[in-house]
Each structure stands twice: as C-alpha cells, then as structure tokens.
C-alpha cells in the first residue's frame, strides 16, 4: 500500500510538471508568433519606404518637361526624404558602385573600400538591389538592410523564450527544495518520534534482565537477550540523531564493521555464510559517527541477506590507499540491473514486498552528508551478485 501511494504521489508530481512545461510552451509559442507577425509587418514597411524612394528618385531623373528649378526642389526632397531616414540602413550608388548617397551607415564604412564592398555584399545578399533610371546617370542601384529595431525584433522571441525556459527552471527547483525540505522535515520528526517511542519499553525490558537474573535464568539467555536490548538501544540512539548535529570523533573502521558482522554472524540463516576478509593489520582510523556508521554497514549486510533469499555468501572487505578506506560487501544474491543502480538510493524504492525502502536512502545520506564520503553499486550482474561499496577519507 505504502509503495503503491509513493508511485501515485510521484505520478501526480510528474503530471504537474508536464502541465507547467506546457504553459511555458504555449506562452512561448504564442509570444514567437505574435512577435513574427510584428516582424513582417515591419519589414514590409520599410520594403515599402525603399521602394516609394525608388520611385520618385525615377521620377526626378526621369521626366525632362520639368524646369529646372522644379527639378532641384525633387531632388531637394528626395534628399530629405533619405536624411530623414534614422533607421533604414541604406546606400544609394550609381551603375559602377560609386556612392551617391548613404544614410545609417558609419562613416569609416563609406571611406574603407573593403568596408564598403563587404556592407554591399551583405545588403545585396538580404535585399535585392533596387534598379533606378535616371536621366543624368542612366541607372543607380539602391542598396539597403533592415534596420536595427527590426534586428532586435528577429531575435527577440528567442530571448523570451529562453527567459520563460530560465523562469520554469527556477521555478522548478524552487518547487523541489522546498519539497525536499519539506519532507526532510516529516522524515526527521517521524525518525524523532520513533526514538521517543521505542525509550520506553527499551528501558521496561532492561528491568526484565535485572528480574530474569534473579530468577536464575540460564546465563546464555541472559546475554543473548541483553545484545539484543543493546541493539535496541543502538537503534534509539541512531533515530535521535537524524536530524542533529554529529558528532565525529577517530575510530578504527576495521573494529567497528568487525562489531556489526560479528553481530550479523549469529543471526543469519544456516545456508548463509557470512565471512570477513581483511589484508589490513594496523588500525584503520576515520573520523565517523560509531553509531550511524554502524548503521550503514548493518543496511547493507541486511540487504545482501535480502538477495541471497536464505542461500549464499555474503563477503565483507576492507581495506584502503593513500586517501580513502573502502569497505566492500559482496553477495551471491539476485543482483541489480544497472539501469537501477542509482535508483535504489531514492527514497520509497524497493524490490521487496515488506518494507519501505529507507535503508540505502537513509545510508547515502549518512556517508554523503554526515561523513563526506561515498556510498555506491560498484559492481552488480542479475543472478550473480552484487558489490556495494562504501568510501571514507583515512586520517
């Protein structure tokens, strides 16, 4: 039930971020026509201004009943239709190339030929040349370019979109930290009040030792029922701390993954064979929390004895170089498909019918954040086995 509400609750969220993907998509898209719209409108206009220039500069050189005087006011206005031009890069030139006129265009564009070659190529390659008659130079070429607002205009959707792009992304990790904090909070009160719980009938069955002890009981059930009390107080003492400040201090990582086996070794199955492998003699020193520490390798041991299914061998490793301690806990068991092998450090993934698939997540968090270390699948094939690998810094 728990494993189907995570995969509802996770559905959900992703529907939710499909449909917020897809009102940015539709506010972009909309925006991009709109603005394409604005664009040609634009440009028609200022193909319309050019040619309109066209045509009375035909007009001027072409029609010889007018007298001279009405002949220098056309082409008074003429020119001061082009000087009143601020925004439409344009050069007017006669059949060889030679300026007659030019308006936006710097200055050093005009008096540097190679400049003024290269800005008539371009011109030419964006608008055809318009062709004018004139009675005084036979033929003048009208070259021109967009102007600089209708530049803008063409890239401006790219812009929004990479804005509104820029905005959901925020957005959307806005939205996830919030929720994970959120659910930090939830998983940290829950792991709180576990602890609270569990003090209680911890330190009612410490009094039941005391009355066993004194109703000579056999030692040996005595001692067996005491580590198992002492592991439940090492489980109330591991939930307090989630959530906390840790305190680290030098331990000898040897000695502590040597307690959690030993520990594992009488509790396992009969056809589960649990063996510890070490080349090291020395201590291994690493500034751990005992407790959560503990915590991680027992995760670990608990599901190598999951995959073998009560059949198999479980190894555990440790050794080390010049920086880092490793432990390494191998298991003949079902194995993982790679696929997966960061999946099973998320929160609420599990393979196994019971459970809640806190273990590796809670783990990773502990090595990650509390021991800046390393927690991973180092090597896993199906139905052979698996290598989980554990790295802390050496002292």
Same mark, same amino acid.
């Given at each position: 039930? +728990? ?23 539709? *506010?972009? &898209?909309?925006?991009?026509? $709109?603005?394409?719209?604005i ?13 309109? !220039? ?37 050069i ?12 936006? *265009? ?25 062709e ?7 033929? %003048? ?26 905005? +959901?992304?925020?957005a959307? %990790?806005t ?16 792991a ?55 305190t680290m ?32 003699? /020395? ?8 407790a959560? $520490?503990? !915590?991680? %390798? ?25 920086? !880092? %301690? ?10 993982? /498909?790679?696929s997966? $092998? ?13 459970? !809640?698939?806190?273990? &590796? ?13 390393? *927690? ?5 094939? &199906? ?13």
């Amino acid at each position: 039930m +728990i494993e189907k509400k995570f995969t509802l609750n996770r559905s959900a969220s992703y529907k939710r971020k499909l449909i917020y993907i897809s009102i940015g998509l539709v *506010i972009g &898209l909309c925006s991009l026509m $709109f603005t394409n719209y604005i664009v040609r409108e634009l440009a028609q206009k200022e193909h319309n201004e050019i040619q309109l !220039w066209s045509h009375a500069m035909a007009m001027a050189g072409g029609d010889e009943n007018l007298n001279p005087a009405e002949q220098n006011r056309l082409n008074e206005l003429i020119g001061e239709i082009i000087d009143n031009n601020t925004s439409i890069p344009s050069i007017v030139t006669d059949e060889y190339y030679r300026v007659l006129k030019y308006s936006n *265009i710097p200055q050093k564009v005009i008096d540097n030929p190679k400049l003024l070659r290269k800005e008539l190529e371009d011109m030419a390659s964006s608008n055809d040349p318009i062709e004018v008659n004139i009675f005084n130079y036979n033929r %003048i070429y009208i070259f021109y370019n967009e102007s600089q607002l209708l530049k803008m205009l063409r890239y401006f959707p790219y812009v929004q979109l990479s804005v509104i792009a820029i905005f +959901i992304m925020f957005a959307f %990790i806005t939205f996830r930290i919030s929720k994970q904090d959120e659910q930090n909070r939830i998983w940290i009160g829950m792991a709180k009040e576990t602890a609270h719980q569990l003090g209680t009938p911890t330190s009612s069955l410490l009094g039941w030792i005391e009355y066993l002890k004194s109703q000579n009981t056999e030692q040996f059930v005595i001692e067996e029922m005491s580590k198992d009390i002492t592991r439940l107080l090492k489980v109330v003492d591991r939930f307090s701390k989630i959530g906390s400040a840790s305190t680290m201090v030098p331990r000898n990582i040897y000695e502590l993954v040597n307690n959690a086996v030993s520990y594992f070794k009488t509790r396992i199955p009969k056809n589960v064979t649990l063996r510890y492998n070490t080349s090291v003699s /020395a201590p291994l020193q690493a500034l751990v929390n005992e407790a959560l $520490f503990e !915590w991680v %390798i027992e995760n670990l041991l608990k599901n190598a004895l999951d995959a073998l299914q009560g059949k198999g061998y479980i190894d555990v490793s440790v050794y080390d170089d010049n920086k !880092w %301690i490793y432990i390494d806990v191998k298991d003949t068991g079902k194995g993982i /498909a790679k696929s997966n $092998f960061s999946k099973i450090f998320n929160p609420g993934y599990t393979t196994k019918t019971r459970g !809640w698939g806190l273990g &590796l997540s809670l783990s990773k968090r502990i090595i990650n954040e509390y021991h800046k270390g390393r *927690i991973f699948v180092a090597e896993s094939e &199906l139905d052979k086995g698996t290598i989980m690998r554990v790295m802390v810094k050496k002292l």
